[in-house]
Every structure is written in C-alpha cells, then in structure tokens.
C-alpha cells in the first residue's frame, strides 16, 4: 500500500471533526419522489436496468456552437440586431425593380460586416472546443474485468467504480467508497468550486472503507438512490443500498467534478453524476451577457435613426405620389417624356397610392445609410483592440505570478469608465490574503519590530505633511525596515525581534511564560503537519491562514509541531536548561472546537509530566472576562498592546492556559461526554455550556498580532479611486473589528469620520435569543434596524451642510433585514450618503443582493471586484465584474469580465482605460452618426430635386464603399487609438475621470449636437454645391454639370468633410491617425481613377469623369475647398467658445498640459525617475574625472 | 492649434526604464497579442509620440485669420472671373407661340403649323471667341429614375447588342415586341430638337457643332459603328429624328442630350460661335421651337455665354468665399477682442473643481 502518513489514525474520532457530520436525515425522506428518483447500480453500469436509464455521457461540452448548427445559429444571432436585419431585408428586397441600386452594392458590405462578426464568433468558439477536448480526453483508471484499465474522461458512465490518485482531478461526482487511509477519509481541495485553498476532508461510509482491495471489488454491487441532478453544491440526498442495508449519504461521501484529491495516495469511487449533470455543470450558468450603458443608448439613437428614416421616406414617398399622380392630368400627359401612360406600377399615375407605397420602401433602402451598416462590426473591432492594449499594458501586469490583466469580455471596456461604485471583497482582493505573524505580547512585553502596511500608511501620511516642511527623513522607516530584514523570509512569518529569536527568549524576564505562550500556539490548533521526506521540512494544512500562521511562528520560535496523532501532538522543542531540541508529546484529550459564537478554542492536553492543561485563545471580547484573579497580571498592558495593534489593523487573539486538577478534569469530562452523546435537539448548547465551565479561570499569557496583509499599494489606490469620485463598498465575510481594522489601513475610514454602525449585537436582542422565541426576535431585530437607519438619516441630513463624512458598517445579520424590501430605500439611501460603506459577515447570496441594490437603486454602474468564489455572485451581478487572479483559485476570474493580478491595478484600469475607452467610444458613436447623417441626408437633398423619384445622388459602389472604406478606417483608428490626455495625467488628475461617471460625453444634448451637425454640413455640401453650379460652364471650354459630375463632387466634398471632421475633433495624432483620415481621402481619389479607368460597362457612370472632367477644372477644387472649410466651420467655432467660455475638464487640463512650462514638469517627474537621473549624472562624473 | 510633436507626457517614454518589458506569454494577448509584439513597444504602450493638438486662442485667432486671408482673395478672384462672363439669355417659350394659340400652348406645339421663330439678341459687351450657345430647359426632370434608367448602354456602344433594349420600355422596340429601337429608351426618344441658327447683319454665323461632348462619351460609350434605327418609329413622337445613316458616335446633340442633367434646371451645349462678337451688335436668331415643354409648365431659354477659368457667369462662389472669408475674419476679431479684453489663464488650478452633484 502506498503512503502511510495516515496509518492508524481515526480523523472521525478527533472531535474537532464531529462537526462535519450534517443531518440531512430529514430529506431522506424524500427519496423516490419527485426530484429524488435517480437509481446508479454501482460497478454495474451495464446492467440492462442501468442502460435503460439513459443517462447522459461523462462528454462535456462549452461550446456555443457545433459545426453543424454554427452557420445557422450564428447567422441567427447576428440577424437579432435590428439594424443587421434591416441590412437583410434591404438586401434580399434590392433584387427587386424597387432598388434604387444594384443588388450586388448592398450586398457586399453586408456580407464583409456579417463575415467579420461570425469569423470572430468562430476563433472564440474554436478555442472553447480545444479546451473541451483537452479535458474530454484526461485519462482515468475505471474497474472491469478484474483489473482497473485506463479510459478517457468522456467514456465514463454512470455507476462506473474509478480509481483517482493523488493530486487528479475527479472526472465526474463519485460517491467515495474507501481510500489509502484505512477509516476511509480523504482530503479534498476545492479551488475550482469554491475558491478555498484549505482542503476539506471526506468520508465515506465505515461499511464501504473496507472494499481496498481490487479483488474486494469482483463482487461488490450496490445501487444507489439518490436526488436528480441539480446545483446545489453543499448538499446531497442520497441512500445507499449495500449488504441488504440501507445507509444514508451525504455531501462527506461525495466528491465534486473539478476538485482535486490531495494528501490522499488514492481513492476508489464510484460515478454517480456524469458529464452535464455533475454538480459543477449545473451550476456553470451562462455567464449573464452585460451589455455596457453606452451601447443601450445606441439603440435607442438607432431607433431615433429608424424613426427619421421612415419619416424622410414617408415624406419623400408623399410627394412623389402627388407629382406621379399629376403626371396624367385629364388624359393629358404632363411629363410626356417620362410615359406616364405606359408604365410599370412603380410609376404609374393611375395608381399612384400604390406607386408610393412602393417608393415609400425604395426610399427605406435609399435612405437606409442614415443608418451606420458597419457601427457594429467596428466598434466590435475597436474593442478587441482597445482590450488588446489593456492585456497588454505593462503597468498592469504583475511579475510575480506573470499575469497580466486580461479583459475577458470586451463589451465593456467603455463601461470602466464610468464606474460610479466599486463593491469589493476584502480578504484576497485588498489583502494578500496570506497571513503573517508579525507582533506578540507575552507577560506585557511587546515583540516585534517589524512594520506594518497600516503603520506605514499612517508613517507616510504624517511625512507627506512633513514633507511640506522639510525634505529630508524620508526614507527612514523603509531604512529601519531594511536593517532588521534579514534571513531568508518565510511565508506566514515577517516577525522580527532578536530578543526571543535563535533561542534567545530563555534569556527574557518571563521566559517561562514565553515558552507557555509559543506551546498554545503549538499545540492548540486542528492543523496537519506534512513532512517533507527529503528535506524533513515541514508545512502545515491549517484550516484557515491564522491558524496556520500562529503553528509557523511557533516553528520559527522553536516549538516545532511535526506529528499529530489522534490521541497525541508531538513537537520539537528547545530545551530550557540544555539547549538542545528534544521531542515532547501531548496527550490530546480534547478538543473544544472554535465556532462564530464562542469565538475561542481550546484544547486538553496532558503532559509527559502528567499535568493537565487547558490551552486556549480565543478573541479579546470573550477572553478577558474568563481570566482568572491571578491571571490579570499583565491585563492592563496586554489591554494596551491589543489596541494597539488592532489599530495597526492587525488581527489580535488573546492567548491564555490553565492547568487543572485531575479531579476537576474527571468531573467535567463526564458532564462533556454526556452533553456529546445526547441527542436532544440542544446538543449544542449543552456542549457548549460545558465548554463554558472548563474555560474559566485562565491565566492570560499575552496577545498575538497576525498581520492580513493589504496587497500593495491598495491605500494609495483607493485614495486615488476616491479622489475620482467613485464610492467605494467593502463586502467581507470578516467580522466587524477586522473589517474596520482594514478600512482604516486602506484609508476608506479615516480618523476625522463619523462612523455610522448598524448591528444587531445590541443586549435586547441577545436576551430574546436567549428565550429562543424565533419570530419575536425577527420582529425585534427589524424594528432595531429600522430605527437604527431612521437615527442614521436624521444624522445625516443634519450635518449635511457640515463638511463631516460618514463610513458606514454594517453586519450581515442586520444586512439581512435592512435589505428587506421595506427598508431598502431608505438603506440605500443612508448608504449612497456615506463616503464608504462596510459590510461585514456578509454571505455570497448578501453580496449580491447589495450590488443588485446599488445597481438598481442607484441606476449608476457598479464595479464589483473579488477573488473567491464566495464573489462570484457579485461579480455577476454587478455592472462590471473584475476578477483578482490571485491564489483563490480561477472561480471569480473564469466569472469575471476583466481579471487582474493585483486591486491596485484596477486605478489604471478605471482611471486610464476606462476613461479613455468611454471617450473613445463614445467619440466614435456620435461620429459615426454624423457621418452617415451628413451622407444620408445629401441623398435626401437631392432627391428633393429628382421629384422624390428615388434616384440616388451617387454611383452605387461610391455609396457602398463610403461606410466601408472611405470613412471606416479613420474611426476605428480614433476608437483604438484616441486619448484627449495621456495615461499619467489621468492619473495625475483623477477628477476627469467624472466625465465618464457624469455620462457628459454622450448625453442627448451632445448626441443630438452632433447629428444637428451632421444635418448642417449635408446642406452645407448639397446647396452650395448645387448654388454654385447651377446651370452656368464650369469648365473654361463651357462644358456643364451634369449628373456625373454632380455626384462626383458632392461625394468629394463628403469624405473630405467627414474625415477633417475626424482630424479636427481628435486629441491625438500619431502616424496611424494621419495615415488613415489622410489615406482614406487618398483612396477616395484612387478609387475614382482606377474605377473611372475601367470600361464604361462596369464604371458606368464614373466612366472617366474625374480624369476627364473634374481634376481639369479649377472649379471642382475652388467648391470642395469652400464646401469643407464651411461645413467644418459651425464644429470650429462651437468648440472654440466652448473650450473658451465652458471648457470640460479635459479641455482644462490640455491647456494646462501645453502651457505647463518645463520647469512644471521636471517638478512632477516621478521619483524614480529622478533618482534615475541622478545616477546617470553621478556615472557621467565618475567618468569624467 | 498647438502642434507638439513629443509632448510633454513622452519624456517619461523615452526614458530607457519604459523600455525594459518583459513580454509574457503568447496567451496574455492572444492571436492578435503576438502580432503585437513584434511591434514597438511604445505602439502596444499607447505611447506612440504623437501631436496634440488643442484651441488655444492663438491658435483659434490663427486658424480664422488664415482661412479669411486665404478665402478673401479667392472670393474677389471669383467674383472678377465671373463678372468678365457675358452672358445672354433669351427665354423664348412664350414668346415664340403666335398671340392667338397661346392659350393652348400643348396643342400648337403638337399641331402642324411651321414652328420657325425669329429673335433679336443684342449684345450687352464684347464677346470673345468661343461664344457657348446652350439651351436651358426648367422643369425638366432628366433625373428622374424611370428616365435616368431609360437607356441601353451595350446598344448604344455594340451593333451586336442592338437587342439589349430590356431597360428601355416602353420605347424598346417597334411595334412592341419585334424590331428593336436604336438608340432605344426615354432618353433618347425624348431628345430636344429646337434648333437655331445665327446671323449677324444677315449674315450667318456660323455654328461649329463639333466637340460640344465628352470626349470619353464618342470615343467609348457611343459606338462608331452603331447606326440609328426605327428611331421615332412609333405612334407617339418624342422630340428629334435622327440621321440613320450618321453613326452615334458623331451624333453629338444626342450624346449631349444622353448625358443626363444633375437638377431639373439644365443647360445643354448646343454648339459654339468661334467670332467675337462686339458690344451692341445685334444678333439674329432663327429658330424652330418644336419640342413640348409646355405639358409640364417648363421654360426655354436660349444662351450665349463666354467662358473664363472658372467657367460661366455665377457671382455665388465668389460671394460664397468673400462671406465665408469675412465671417472667419469677424470671428478672428471677436476672439482677439475677447482675448485682449479678458485673458483667463485656463490653466489656473482654481478652475480645477467638479461639480458632483449635476
């Protein structure tokens, strides 16, 4: 066999782990029924029964497509957008005689649109299928034949007996019927469900654990019976039929798709979920597709588009009826040369009605580039790339775990900027989530001399004032932390005091309660040691960081904890008197485990020396008061260390023992055991009144600080985010003073603000609790938030005129209530009030009802960011979803639609991409809808002048090619490329970032401007045009304007127009800019050249007519100079008052930007820059002399 | 407009710690990512170097200065061009119908009566060689779609596509259905076919009809070898005959006439007097008003008209660039006034606020 670390030991009796035995036996009762009917014949999947049963393969796909429905069902999906099936319409109708084009011009860009999306709909699809492939085809040793043969993933069925190894993932939900342990546990790492890095232990059935054997298995058969599929993931009904018994299971005997065996050698298990049904499928949801404000907003400008359209060719189709009509007047014909008497029914006077109806379409398709073909498939363009340059920005990349950030959907890059509230998590995403063990205080002496991130904020901000003053001393802290840092660093442990490291404590006054205090640490945990057999290093598997924290400060202090087993924790210690390590071993009595409510833990240990210890820590609240009267000896200074610290935003626990009397022990045990047994419904209190009574009397050893790291830079972030004026929520599982701890270390409290605290930890409550009246103590605890949110209004909106802040804090409990439908507006209205709001002890479900409720009450974007899979919820919730690809597992990033490696780098991502793809996009809409207006209504103009006849102004490919070619490129170039202020004065002023969360770049008023400018320059272009040519030569050899030339023309002066329009509202020019406004209008003359060139039969009315007749006369170059300085003429001056009279906040920034004089800006060059600088100087003058 | 070409923003760029970058994987872009990293890394940085450019007053005052400095003398150029034009125009429609029919103008234009018409032109200032004469019909709409379609370009280029007449109902063929019309369609069944001849103190002017078209149009759209055929054949008459045995490649009235007018209000070349004419010289006209504009009310005028560069009589360019150059030159004031009477340095910090709540 292999392994044997867990020979012998009985995980199942270690108290500690009663708890994971769940009463399910309610549901049981379920079984059969509805919803509880599916029947797995185990190790006997080919049972006629079993087949008859059909369940689904072990095959997993995530693909939106299949090869066969992908031209269909991509095609549909494209043809969901109203303005691409519009496209369609027009396209199949332009066959038709009532096309004012030909076919084959319409068609064409339609097809280059639709192509491009479907191509990029297929690549992403693609990639889908290959990592679907990848894991379909993982291999697993699955039992038949007597021997356990290798198959692949997808060949799995339902009731198959598999084999997994140490660190595999399993391929379906398995029911465990033994592992390498011989009391059948395993342990589990859950990352890819649930985010958690501690592993979770299993077991299975004491009747299965023993089938080890590969022979055990020729004859073991079973059925199960047991719940359909479905996605709840912490909970499982089942029974298993074995041995002509019935035993009932539960979630401890199933294992999940997608998690990892670990510490385990092997388990044998057998299939119960497969493929789609598996728990993790169910509950792999579409993602909700997010659709940014921005692009709702386009389609309701799309339907004002749609709305003209119809009105213009409602219009046009009015007067056209009128004038066909008169076209046979009392028999006679009016427009004798136009045949009215011999018509088709598009023409025809007698029935004039119809005529018009037919032209009313005619017009729809004529008209129809009012409305932008190509906007879709290039602002999908422009943000594929805009998400491009964001996975690629190297200040938001992060070394460490070589990860960039990565914009997992690029529908929303616009919508960064215009976050109004960030909800975030807290542990992982503002900290490390790695805890260390930084400061101690044992017998009222503080160690510990390292710094700590809140210090050092706090250390920064007085310098920064002190900065003003004098310049010098700045670095000193970062000196003395440079000094003390030494030796290699080790992971859970930045403790720095030489007074008790190396063994140095036997020489401190209380030397025998500093080794006292390292013990508890050692020895009063439920951590697994794992020894490394090579190296004889030792990790521990903690159930949460702290623990795991506090049993490495003990190894790094010399109590070193190696072996535990189920009656005894061993360690290494060093010897008092010799120096030397020797071995102790602690009988392990008992374990009193750690709950939210008892909020301590204790253990009963006995030790070589016969003597019986209760070794405890626990949190300050419920520590201090079970001190005994001699064990208050250093409480006054222990009380003010713990303070201390916990305003450092460290998390404190309070470390006590006592020894008890054999007697003591015997009496209590009995009264323990007995409350263990009982199986009255107040087990648990009576367990935890017995606890109550041993835990007394503690002698207090002193305080341990343990430091939740913040991430880097994360206060000076949030700083930053605040200064922009987004709100900033904190949602945490943390308990209350930990959570304030963290606000105030990333600045989202701050000294001078008023706290505003909703709880229910009031004592009325806690006495209704205590009668245990279910529905008096919601009454009550409703009407206590109630009154708490009314006190927290009227607080309010008294100091408003004052310049006081307020923070918010609220626990999950009250969050509850308070997000009752009753209360909700008036708890968002306090909290949308207070310039941060905590939420502490908040369930995943409560983290996305609040971002639902600031979604929704607000109306503003939300931003939420996580790492956990507790966060995903919220992720998907809110308007954004940022995941921190950090060590929690892929859950919130694989939800997400932007993944970052670290919180600090969401102020680049806001602050710099954000803004400048909100402004970028929305640049790009209403210049999209200007230039197809501007083009649009010249067609309108003149049709005016063809007697509404339908005949377009332009050549048919001059029309097709406008969105496609001429006008295209340089937009995309603005949507991709665009800044109005560099990346550093962004961040250098991140009020502009109010532009994006104002909305004041695309509200109706500029929307509407622009399109009111479109409609200008289009008369501009058709009437002096029209004006200056009326009927006159305009060519010295008294050659005429004819229709050819007419379009030519006009078509001129329309790129032109539109592409300057480009160049004068863009804030930045590089090569690719001027390359594509200036190459377009290159191409368009290019195009008139060779298209003209090619023999009339294809160029039709282009034959020629540049070359021949517009670039000889001076004429068409004096009206295009004229129609495009006019026309840009309103844009020019409009922009010059404004930025003159009401400049936006950009405008004043440019200005500051190129009026700032050098000597500004060597002022602001960054430090390290500077530092840069002066070392390049220091190396010149090395060389010099 | 201030044009920087490295701002101040690119000097942290150029600095050699920008240009350590560790590229990552492949993955972090995808497919498009590692086109990108062969490029520049101040391309994939967005820090490309690039011009800035922003309205400063001076620059504002500038931009308006320079557009009415250079539109100014356009406009005058413009407005002297087309005043040296002379230009004389005859609106015959009215005029050219006896006293007695004119209150049924459709019927004596349809009537057997001799439709000659003799008018008297003086002329205003001297006219120098080439002289344009053109029609000018109002009213008229060649732009309308069934008649802009109304037209066989292969026939009209190819005698063996004389049978491609599909588009030209209904004057596709004669009787319907058999013999196909060359040139066949609206167009050219509709073609006007007033004529006129000039003299001077009875002498006649001559009237040179050659090159009044495009040349692209003989040489390319109008066959050489494509002879007119049972054109005007029907039962309803449109406007011209034409000579079945001149090619359409020399026909040129017709090759003007098929080149489509943009607006309802055309002129058309009609021929050109190659004589100056000199100021007060009266000019006679003999000219036969067949075609039918009275159906739909339009007018018929007669030109003569000499050419400069910029091409005919029309002050409108010229007053277009003259308003257009004053109206920038006004703004350029107004903002040197405001400028000078109240400078505020936009920069100023203390216009650093934002409102938060609109």
């Known amino acids: 066999m292999r392994g044997g670390t867990g020979k012998g030991i009985h995980f199942s009796k270690l108290y500690s782990f009663s708890c994971f035995r769940s009463k399910f036996e309610d549901e049981h009762g379920q079984l059969g029924q509805r919803g509880y009917s599916r029947i797995v014949y185990c190790n006997d999947p080919d049972n006629p029964e079993a087949v008859q049963l059909k369940y689904r393969g072990n095959y997993v796909s995530t693909t939106k497509y299949t090869a066969l429905n992908f031209i269909p069902k991509s095609l549909f999906e494209q043809f969901r ?53 990848e894991a379909n085809n993982r291999k697993v040793e699955v039992y038949g034949k007597k021997a356990f043969n290798e198959t692949r993933w997808k060949n799995l069925r339902v009731g198959d007996l598999v084999k997994i190894y140490k660190d595999e993932y399993f391929p379906a939900d398995l029911l465990l019927l033994s592992s390498s342990y011989e009391d059948g546990i395993c342990y589990v790492e859950t990352m890819n469900l649930d985010g958690e890095t501690n592993l979770k232990l299993k077991h299975a059935l004491d009747e299965t654990a023993s089938l080890r054997d590969v022979s055990s298995f020729q004859n073991f058969k079973s059925t199960i019976n047991c719940e359909d599929p479905n996605e709840r993931l912490y909970s499982f009904v089942g029974t298993l039929y074995y041995g002509g018994q019935q035993h009932p299971l539960s979630l401890q005997q199933i294992l999940l798709r997608d998690s990892k065996l670990r510490n385990t050698d092997y388990i044998y298990g057998v299939v119960v979920f497969t493929g789609h049904d598996t728990k993790v499928m169910q509950n792999a949801t579409d993602p909700p597709s997010k659709r940014s404000k921005i692009e709702r907003r386009m389609d309701k400008i799309i339907y004002i588009l749609f709305s003209t359209l119809i009105l213009i060719s409602f219009t046009g189709s009015m007067f056209f009826g009128v004038e066909t009509k008169n076209d046979i007047r009392v028999g006679e014909l009016k427009r004798w040369y136009l045949r009215p008497d011999k018509t088709t029914v598009f023409f025809d006077p007698k029935r004039a009605s119809l005529a018009a109806f037919f032209h009313f379409l005619t017009g729809l398709m004529l008209y129809g580039y009012l409305i932008p073909i190509s906007l879709y498939v290039s602002i999908e363009v422009v943000k594929v790339l805009q998400s491009i340059f964001i996975n690629q920005d190297q200040d938001m ?145 903690a159930e949460s960081p702290d623990e795991a924290a506090f049993v490495i400060a003990a190894r790094e202090l010399g109590f070193e904890f190696f072996e535990r087993t189920q009656t005894s924790i061993s360690l290494h210690e060093l010897d008092h008197e010799s120096g030397r390590k020797v071995n102790r071993s602690y009988t392990l009595l008992h374990v009193l485990e750690f709950s939210s409510a008892r909020k301590r833990m204790s253990v009963i240990v006995k030790t070589v020396e016969n003597q019986l210890l209760l070794l405890c820590k626990g949190a300050d609240s419920v520590m201090f008061e079970r001190l005994s009267k001699d064990g208050r000896l250093f409480l006054a200074k222990s009380m003010d260390h713990l303070n201390k610290y916990a305003e450092a935003g460290l998390r404190t626990l309070v470390v006590a023992y006592r020894e008890l009397s ?291 102004a332009y050549n048919d490919w001059y029309m097709s090619f406008y969105n496609v070619f001429f006008t295209s490129l340089p937009v995309i170039a603005l949507g991709v490329f665009d ?101 377009s209008i290159a191409f368009w003359y290019t195009f008139l050249v060779i298209y003209g060139a090619l023999p009339p039969k294809v160029s039709t009315t282009a034959y020629q007519v540049f070359v021949e007749a517009c670039a000889p006369s001076p004429f068409y170059w004096l009206a295009t100079l004229l129609v495009v300085v006019s026309m840009l003429l309103p844009y020019f001056a409009y922009r010059s008052f404004q930025t003159r009279f009401k400049p936006m906040y950009h405008d004043i920034i440019q200005r500051r930007r190129s009026e700032g004089s050098e000597a500004d800006v060597s002022a602001e060059l960054p430090a390290r820059v500077k530092e840069k600088i002066g070392h390049l100087k220091e190396r010149l003058k090395h060389r010099e002399s | 407009m201030s044009v920087r070409g490295s701002g101040v923003d690119e000097v942290v760029g150029c600095l050699p710690l920008k240009l350590v970058v560790g590229y990552r994987s492949v993955d972090s872009g995808g497919y498009l990512g590692s086109i990108m990293l062969v490029m520049d890394s101040r391309f994939t940085q967005q820090e490309l170097p690039a011009c800035k450019p922003i309205l400063t007053p001076r620059w504002v005052i500038s931009a308006f200065m320079l557009v009415s400095i250079v539109f100014i003398p356009i406009g005058l150029a413009s407005l002297f061009a087309s005043r040296d034009v002379v230009e004389i125009i005859d609106r015959y429609e009215t005029d050219c119908i006896p006293q007695a029919l004119r209150n049924d103008k459709v019927k004596y234009i349809q009537g057997p009566e001799d439709k000659t018409c003799n008018r008297t032109l003086r002329v205003p200032k001297r006219m120098k060689q080439p002289i344009y004469v053109y029609y000018q019909l109002d009213n008229f709409y060649q732009n309308h779609r069934r008649y802009v379609k109304s037209r066989s370009d292969k026939q009209l280029k190819d005698p063996k596509s004389e049978n491609d007449v599909s588009a030209c109902k209904p004057e596709d063929a004669t009787p319907p259905g058999s013999n196909p019309i060359v040139p066949c369609g609206l167009i050219a069944w509709s073609m006007f076919n007033d004529t006129y001849s000039f003299s001077r103190n009875s002498e006649q002017l001559p009237l040179n009809k050659k090159g009044i078209s495009w040349k692209s149009d003989r040489q390319h759209k109008f066959g050489k070898e494509v002879f007119p055929k049972n054109f005007q054949n029907g039962t309803l008459i449109g406007g011209a005959h034409l000579n079945s045995s001149i090619p359409l490649s020399e026909q040129e009235d017709l090759i003007v006439w098929m080149r489509t007018a943009a607006l309802p209000t055309f002129r058309k070349l009609y021929g050109k007097i190659e004589v100056d004419l000199q100021a007060n010289e009266s000019i006679e006209v003999q000219l036969k008003n067949y075609y039918n504009t009275y159906s739909f009310n339009g007018k018929k005028k007669l030109v003569l008209s000499t050419t400069s560069w910029l091409g005919g009589k029309n002050d409108f360019i010229g007053i277009a660039y003259l308003s257009v150059g004053g109206l920038c030159f006004v703004l350029a004031m107004a903002f040197t006034i405001i400028y000078l009477v109240k400078p505020r340095r936009l920069g100023d910090p203390s216009y650093l606020s934002w409102n938060r709540n609109p």
């Open chain 1, 979 to 1079: 800044q109005d202020v560099s990346a550093r004065l962004c961040l250098k002023h991140p009020l502009l970032y109010q532009e994006g969360v104002q909305n004041i770049l695309f509200t109706w008023h500029r929307i509407l401007g622009w399109m009111l400018n479109g409609v200008i320059s289009s008369m501009i272009i058709f009437f002096f045009i029209t004006n200056s040519t009326i009927s006159q030569a305009f060519r010295r050899d008294g050659h005429l304007v004819d229709y050819e030339v007419l379009g030519v023309t006009m078509y001129t002066c329309v790129v032109w127009a539109v592409n300057c329009q480009m160049a004068l509202s863009i804030n930045y020019f590089t090569w690719i800019q001027h390359f594509f406004i200036w190459g």
């Open chain 1, 81 to 133: 957008r109203v303005a691409n099936l519009y496209f369609l319409v027009v396209a199949c109708v332009s066959f038709s005689p009532l096309a004012p084009y030909t076919a084959v011009s319409v068609l064409a860009p339609l097809l280059v649109v639709i192509g491009a999306t479907m191509a990029k709909e297929g690549v992403e699809d693609w990639r889908r299928r290959k990592q679907d492939i």
């Open chain 1, 662 to 952: 054999d007697q003591e022990y015997k009496s209590w045990e009995e009264e323990f055991l007995q409350a263990k047994t009982s199986v009255s419904a107040a087990r648990d209190a009576l367990i935890d009144a017995a606890c109550d009574k041993i835990e007394r009397d503690l002698i207090l050893l002193g305080v341990t600080a343990v430091e939740d790291k913040l991430q880097k830079g994360v206060p000076e972030c949030i700083d930053k985010l605040s200064k922009a004026g987004i709100k900033i929520w904190v949602l945490t599982g943390d308990k209350m003073e930990t959570a304030i701890n963290i606000g105030y270390a990333c600045s989202l409290l701050t000294k001078g603000m008023k706290q505003i605290v909703i709880t229910l930890d009031s004592p009325d409550i806690s006495d209704l609790e205590k009668q245990g009246d279910k529905e008096s103590i919601q009454k009550a605890s409703r009407e206590s938030i109630a009154k708490q949110i009314g006190e927290a209004k009227a607080q309010i909106i008294a100091r408003k005129e004052s310049s006081v802040t307020f923070g918010l804090i609220i626990d999950g409990m009250s969050l509850d209530f308070a997000l009752a439908k009753s209360l909700e507006s008036s708890f968002l209205e306090v909290a949308v009030n207070c310039a941060s709001v905590i939420c502490c002890r908040s369930s995943p479900k409560q983290k996305a009802r609040v971002t639902k409720l600031v979604k929704v009450g607000t109306g503003k974007t939300t931003l939420a960011i996580g790492d956990g899979a507790n966060d995903v919820g919220m992720l998907q919730e809110a308007d954004i979803g940022v995941g921190i690809s950090g060590v929690e597992g892929m859950q919130a990033v694989m939800s997400s639609d932007f993944a970052i490696a670290q919180f600090r780098f969401l102020e680049r991502l806001l602050l710099v991409h954000g803004h400048w793809c909100y402004r970028r996009i929305t640049m790009m809409i209403c210049y999209f809808f200007y230039k197809n207006i501007t083009f649009g209504f010249t067609l309108f103009w003149f049709e005016a002048h063809a007697s509404f006849s339908g005949q377009p």
């Open chain 1, 397 to 541: 990349y992060y070394e460490e775990t070589d990860k960039p950030a990565r914009a997992r959907t690029s529908n929303l890059n616009e919508e960064l900027g215009q976050v109004d509230t960030i909800l975030s998590d807290k542990t992982g995403t503002l900290t490390c989530n790695s805890m260390e063990f930084v400061k101690c205080s044992i017998a009222g002496v503080a160690y510990g001399r390292g710094m700590t991130e809140v210090e050092r904020a706090l250390a920064k901000r007085k310098r920064s004032r002190a900065h003003e003053v004098t310049d010098s001393s700045s670095d000193l802290p970062e000196c003395d932390d440079h000094v003390v840092d030494s030796g290699k660093p080790v992971k859970g442990f930045n403790f720095r005091d030489e007074r008790i490291m190396n063994g140095n404590w036997v020489n401190e006054p209380h030397s025998d309660l500093i080794q006292k205090f390292f013990r508890v640490l050692a020895i009063c945990h439920t951590a697994i040691p794992d020894v490394r057999k090579e190296s004889g290093e030792i990790s521990y598997e």
